[in-house]
């Protein structure tokens, strides 16, 4: 089945520091990936949606220059939590899609700023 | 409007025993999917089961059924025979639209399930 990579799976950072996630797509080239933040005992928000060559598609409320999403290549997206803060601390889960297929997630990144 | 709900409460059930988790939906697209995924502790979204709107057949995995009421906009889970690992997070999922189009995932809120042996 399709593979999905987060790394790191979790991180800790300093209050005021940007700090990198990535989501891989191992075994097919994902044409379309979602980032997604979920708080404790809270669903998954839809953050953004980027697709591959183009800028990212950001949900209201998101600040696109507080969450800056590449997806610089077919299997590779990269999240990037500029500046970051306590409130920003979450879990963060990408999933991925080729074309013709539904969404495949990724382990998720447990986030906390201090 | 919210798109799915899921209001049950959190469930402790009996080990073996069956139980219905209940999702309702909202859309006026013709075509669109309807998914369960179970969440653990550890955060992986587990992919269970999924119904497309013109699916004639309610979806069935192992132990996962999917009870799918269209006129009614319900697409219940039911777990057989519950297992002590069934403990987890449950979220009902809706893709508007066909699977080979950009849509994104809407979730509901979710259904904390706890197996008591």
């Known amino acids: 089945g399709a593979v999905v990579s987060q790394h790191p799976s979790r991180v800790i950072c300093k209050s005021g520091t940007s700090v990198k996630i990535e989501c891989r797509s191992l075994d097919f080239q994902a044409t379309t990936m979602f980032w997604y933040r979920q708080f404790p005992k809270q669903s998954l928000m839809l953050m953004a949606t980027s697709n591959e060559g183009s800028k990212a598609t950001y949900e209201q409320g998101v600040e696109k220059d507080k969450f800056l999403i590449n997806h610089a290549s077919l299997t590779l997206s990269t999240l990037t939590v500029t500046s970051a803060h306590p409130e920003d601390s979450s879990f963060y889960i990408c999933?991925?899609?080729?074309?013709?297929?539904?969404?495949?997630f990724g382990p998720g990144t447990r986030l906390t700023v201090t | 409007a919210q798109k799915i709900t899921q209001t049950q409460p959190g469930m402790f059930v009996q080990e073996k025993e069956a139980v219905t988790l209940d999702c309702t939906y909202d859309t006026s697209d013709p075509s669109y999917g309807l998914f369960w995924y179970k969440q653990p502790s550890s955060g992986e979204m587990i992919f269970l089961i999924y119904q497309g709107s013109y699916d004639q057949q309610n979806a069935t995995e192992g132990r996962y059924s999917l009870n799918f009421q269209k006129a009614r906009k319900s697409a219940n889970l039911v777990i057989s025979a519950s297992q002590l690992g069934d403990s987890a997070m449950y979220f009902c999922?809706?893709?508007?639209?066909?699977?080979?189009?950009?849509?994104?995932?809407?979730f509901g809120k979710g259904n904390q399930v706890v197996v008591i042996p």
């Open positions: 999922a809706m893709r508007e639209g066909p699977y080979y189009g950009n849509n994104r995932l809407a």
């Open positions: 999933s991925a899609k080729a074309g013709g297929s539904e969404q495949y």
